[in-house]
């Protein structure tokens, strides 16, 4: 029983990319979606975004980044292997334009959250630029992959060990001022909230629509537990149902990253254990 | 089997008394998730049995929303015929051991009991439970009859009460039946709901394996509306018919200041945590916040539910706001009372105003206000109004909301032809049938929030509307 993992391989030394089948998942989905999985029959229910869907096959890809206890299972999971439980999708598909040039910003895992949109943005014949960035060179993932279907990528480092050194704010900023001739129309993030601010804060002035793939704590991924609230111009709004995707200049970052803390003890105390 | 007995006179049954339930010690209770009622012994269930007058023309039944033979299976019981009573339960209850547990029966069999009219009434809650748990505990001493098949195929989404429910009728009809859950356990409200200390999952993972012997396939981690729609599940997966009874989904927050503090939850949240992922577990992988102080607002079952699980988790006090009085509480009287003797405080005709954090974004009490009952409003029940300057704080680090849940747009959303109230609820017509031919609807989908037993009625009288739709149709049902 279970789904299977019939791949399993590190993409950076904390970032692990699992094959798994799952053909309930790819039968609709599209970017923007994700699937809950838990890997053992005790384990937590955790969101995790698709990154590629093989619906011949039936398989998705999904791409976990260890930071507490049920992450680091995951990311444990070898070839061959099985996952207890994948339900979905889950989510609203982004909806994709053909506005021109389009900039997709991702940091850490959050490159392959953003990596289903930026092809099908390709597909509605934008130009796409991809703005990927990591501490190191080593955590800066799906470069190649991103460049088949990309018209330009910049990766960024902090450490500049690869790349532009420096954030990807600042990388985004330079791209919208060189880009007078194809001035940059829309831009899709995700990753660390605070990135995902900075970037709305990049933007915002320029009135460059933006928009925010949200991570809120969730535990059923079907509207009922409310738990993944984000407000949204004001208004609550569920990421499950509503999301996760929303515009980045509306959403309230600092409460959003104040409610992922809420569990942080916790946290520390499994992986403690 | 017992011989034939000599029938109890009427002056006999009148001398007996209602038998109590034993239950487990409240302090004991109060801080673990073991089942409260402990269950009838025998020779008690039979002694209360033994009081029903065994009227001609029995009241009881028309209160029953899944119409149980009540006179019948207590008449057997009475008799110490256990089996013959077990076997006339099983024919007109799918789900006996949960209702017999949750069901609000002071308030819909038992109240129109004739013994009730001087004194108590039979304890029909009570004896369902005894026959129902003595047939789970003898499983096997008697196999139920092969069914010829229909080679129609039925789909139900929703494993909750209707949906079981309905999935185990369409079984015993003969039909291929496919339940769809979208979580990754079957048993919806049953499981993520009602926690263990009122009905333990052992109970709901039984009745749920009776279903699959019964040749239902339950597949879990589906989401129809998303992994499949109807229209894909019709026409593609070429089922026949379609029972969606996927619940009633999304909570409703008071819309009050402080809502997203840390420490806010939703009672579908709260009680998900602790009871589907097990959050009452020191060593599980999903947490929950446990803290000294808890604020349960509501006065429903489910408020009652938080507020008994908060104590259990450690709160003291475990407090429950309600803004009406407790004649008003929706909740079973047996929930309250049970509350009571656990020690959770009430607060009566107290409403919530504002949530109070602290500077780290954390709940640290809430600002209510004093209310009084004033008119009665347009269903008869006085409308709670606010005292003015009674505002007072209740200090706490947690507060759920249990006020209440609004329909899950998530599977309507993607059927554009199923017609929905304005509030979201899925329209069905005298036969339980949606605008859609072929797709049927029913429990707190169709209803908005309602009990286990009318879901349960729902998906009864549902199947049956299926079983006559699959009979009429010469053609497998089509969308369009």
Redesign the interface.
């Known amino acids: 029983m279970g789904y299977q993992v019939l791949e399993s391989v590190w993409l950076a030394p904390n970032v692990r990319k699992l094959l798994v089948a799952a053909p309930?998942?790819t039968?609709?989905c599209g970017p923007g979606?994700f699937v809950i999985v838990?890997a053992t029959p005790?384990?937590?229910?955790i969101p995790l975004t698709i990154g590629f869907a093989d619906k011949a096959a039936g398989t998705i890809s999904l791409f976990i980044q260890a930071i507490g206890?049920?992450t680091t299972d995951l990311c444990n999971l070898e070839t061959g292997s099985s996952l207890?439980?994948?339900?979905?999708?889950?989510g609203k598909k982004t909806t994709i334009h053909n506005v021109g040039h389009a900039v997709i910003v991702g940091g850490g895992v959050g490159t392959a959250v953003i990596y289903p949109q930026a092809r099908a943005l390709k597909e509605q014949g934008n130009y796409v630029s991809a703005i990927i960035g990591g501490r190191s060179k080593p955590y800066v993932i799906l470069e190649e992959e991103l460049k088949a279907v990309c018209d330009a990528v910049y990766p960024c480092t902090d450490d500049g060990s690869y790349g532009f050194k420096g954030f990807v704010t600042q990388r985004l900023g330079q791209l919208i001022t060189e880009s007078t001739a194809n001035p940059v129309k829309e831009v899709i993030t995700a990753g660390p909230v605070p990135m995902m601010k900075a970037v709305a804060e990049v933007t915002r002035p320029l009135g460059i629509h933006t928009v925010a793939s949200l991570n809120p704590i969730m535990?059923?991924g079907?509207?009922?537990?409310?738990?993944c609230?984000v407000?949204v111009g004001g208004q609550?709004l569920?990421a499950c149902?509503d999301g996760p995707e929303f515009d980045a200049h509306q959403v309230d970052f600092k409460?959003l990253s104040?409610?992922l803390?809420?569990?942080r003890e916790?946290?520390q105390r499994?992986m403690a254990k | 089997m017992s011989e034939a007995k000599p029938k109890i006179k009427a002056a006999e049954r009148m001398k007996i008394n209602r038998q109590a339930m034993p239950a487990r010690d409240a302090v004991e209770r109060s801080h673990t998730f073991g089942e409260v009622n402990l269950g009838l012994l025998e020779q008690i269930a039979i002694l209360e049995a033994q009081r029903c007058l065994e009227c001609k023309e029995a009241k009881c039944v028309a209160g029953c929303p899944v119409a149980v033979d009540i006179p019948g299976f207590v008449a057997k019981l009475a008799e110490g015929d256990l089996q013959a009573a077990a076997d006339v339960l099983a024919n007109c209850n799918a789900l006996p051991c949960i209702s017999g547990r949750v069901c609000p029966q002071e308030k819909q069999c038992e109240i129109l009991c004739i013994r009730g009219k001087k004194g108590d009434p039979v304890a029909i809650g009570y004896l369902e439970r005894f026959v129902a748990d003595w047939a789970l505990a003898h499983r096997g001493v008697r196999k139920a009859a092969p069914v010829p098949l229909s080679g129609k195929k039925v789909a139900v989404v929703g494993s909750g009460p209707a949906g079981l429910t309905a999935a185990g009728e369409l079984a015993k009809l003969g039909h291929e039946v496919t339940v769809f859950e979208?979580?990754?356990q079957p048993g919806g409200v049953l499981v993520?709901g009602i926690p263990e200390f009122r009905l333990p999952k052992e109970i709901v993972k039984a009745e749920v394996d009776a279903l699959v012997r019964l040749g239902v396939e339950i597949?879990?981690?589906?989401?129809i509306g998303?992994?499949?729609?109807i229209d894909?599940l019709l026409q593609e997966e070429r089922y026949d018919a379609i029972f969606i009874a996927n619940?009633a989904?999304?909570?409703v927050?008071m819309g009050i200041p402080g809502?997203?503090l840390?420490?806010v939850?939703?009672a579908?949240?709260y009680l998900?945590?602790v009871n589907l992922?097990?959050a009452f577990d020191p060593n599980?992988?999903?947490?929950v916040?446990k803290a000294k102080q808890v604020v349960v607002v509501g006065g429903g079952n489910t408020a009652m539910d938080g507020v008994r699980v908060a104590r259990r988790l450690g709160a003291d006090p475990s407090t429950l706001v309600y803004r009406r009085s407790r004649t008003e509480m929706p909740a079973r009287i047996e929930e309250v009372h049970h509350a009571e003797e656990e020690g959770v405080v009430f607060q009566m005709l107290t409403n919530p105003v504002k949530i109070l954090g602290d500077d780290k974004?954390w709940v640290r009490a809430v600002l209510c206000q004093r209310m009084e009952l004033g008119a009665p409003d347009a269903k008869g029940r006085r409308s709670p109004v606010p005292i003015p300057n009674s505002e007072f704080e209740i200090p706490c680090e947690v507060v759920v909301e249990a006020i209440g849940t609004r329909a899950?747009?998530?599977l309507t959303a993607t059927t554009p032809d199923l017609k929905v109230n304005e509030k979201g609820y899925i329209q069905i017509d005298a036969n339980n049938m949606t605008s859609k031919p072929g797709v049927f609807a029913g429990g707190d989908i169709v209803r908005g929030a309602a009990t286990v037993i009318l879901a349960m009625g729902d998906g009864k009288r549902t199947a049956h509307a299926i079983d006559a739709y699959l009979k009429a149709s010469v053609q497998p049902a089509t969308a369009n």
């Open positions: 309930h998942v039968r609709n979606q838990r005790d384990g937590e229910r206890k049920s207890c439980d994948v339900a979905g999708p889950m535990v059923d079907t509207g009922m537990c409310g738990g609230r407000q609550m569920f149902v409460e104040d409610r803390t809420a569990y916790h946290e499994c | 979208a979580l990754h993520y597949r879990c981690n589906v989401i998303r992994s499949y729609t894909q619940g989904g999304l909570p927050f809502e997203n840390k420490g939850y939703s579908n949240e998900t945590r992922m097990k599980s992988a999903t947490p916040l974004g899950n747009p998530l």
